[in-house]
């Protein structure tokens, strides 16, 4: 990834300072000064930026998944799963692997600091709710690993959608499209047959797309353009996205397009 031999220099970590340099020093065995907050004088600030993001998206990831999956007091297997399935999406090589699963365990710790972690994300990210919407909706799908959202997950979720500047209902929408999208995926797993429309229900190819059986069909095609948009993996990337995840963006634009498909053919739509 463009950023990762900066980090593995130690130079991303210092350009970030803050707990999330903190985090990656750790992680990569790094002493950061936690004050430094410069940008690279070898870089132009647009460059400098997107790797700064990068990291920060990285880091935040696994960090705040660890510390989700210890909310409730155990880590699960199905967590932990969770977590390696989203390496593997990543396709990370050996020492990547080993950063992510240091954060992972740094955000389990009890003197992990989530508010300050997450603030400092959101600020990296500057504006860019794309980029914090992926990030909330891995997550998500973190959160619902053991196939459950337990009270005290579902009370940590909500506080951290709101440290990122999004709503109740932001959170109400997302936590039932990555439901819905779960079920695709189980379905897809246990599927012999050719073809996805036959392994979606009604239910969650309207609910992957968050509209309703009432919603009409022009605002069905608007709904499912937006969500096209939001995950289209080349533009999370430009965002500032690591490369890496490009496949787990591809994975949700695949359901996406799964369920207006499947509502397309439900009321016979070209």
Do not use: C
Request: hydrophobic fraction near 40%; charged fraction near 25%; proline fraction near 3%.
């Amino acid at each position: 990834m463009s950023w990762w031999g900066k980090a593995v220099g130690g130079a991303v970590g210092l350009m970030m300072g803050g707990p999330l340099g903190a985090l990656l020093g750790v992680a990569l065995g790094h002493q950061f000064d936690h004050g430094f907050q410069g940008m690279l004088s070898d870089d132009n600030p647009s460059q400098a930026d997107m790797e700064k993001i990068q990291a920060a998206f990285f880091t935040s990831t696994f960090s705040v998944m660890g510390h989700l999956a210890k909310v409730d007091g155990r880590i699960s297997e199905d967590e932990i799963n969770m977590a390696e399935r989203v390496m593997q999406q990543m396709q990370l090589n050996n020492n990547q692997r080993k950063a992510a699963i240091n954060l992972f365990n740094a955000g389990k710790s009890p003197n992990f600091i989530l508010d300050e972690t997450l603030r400092q994300f959101r600020q990296v990210a500057h504006r860019r709710s794309n980029l914090l919407q992926m990030f909330l909706e891995i997550q998500t799908y973190a959160a619902f690993a053991d196939g459950l959202l337990h009270p005290r997950e579902e009370e940590m979720l909500q506080h951290i959608f709101r440290m990122l500047g999004f709503s109740l209902l932001d959170f109400e929408a997302i936590v039932e499209r990555v439901q819905a999208e779960i079920h695709l995926g189980n379905r897809q797993q246990n599927q012999s047959g050719p073809t996805t429309q036959s392994i979606i229900s009604d239910q969650d190819a309207y609910a992957v797309l968050g509209v309703d059986r009432n919603t009409d069909n022009k605002d069905i095609k608007k709904a499912y353009r937006r969500l096209m948009n939001q995950h289209h993996p080349d533009k999370l990337v430009a965002k500032g996205m690591p490369e890496e995840m490009i496949e787990v963006a591809n994975t949700k634009t695949h359901k996406i397009r799964a369920a207006y498909d499947h509502i397309k053919a439900l009321r016979g739509l070209k």
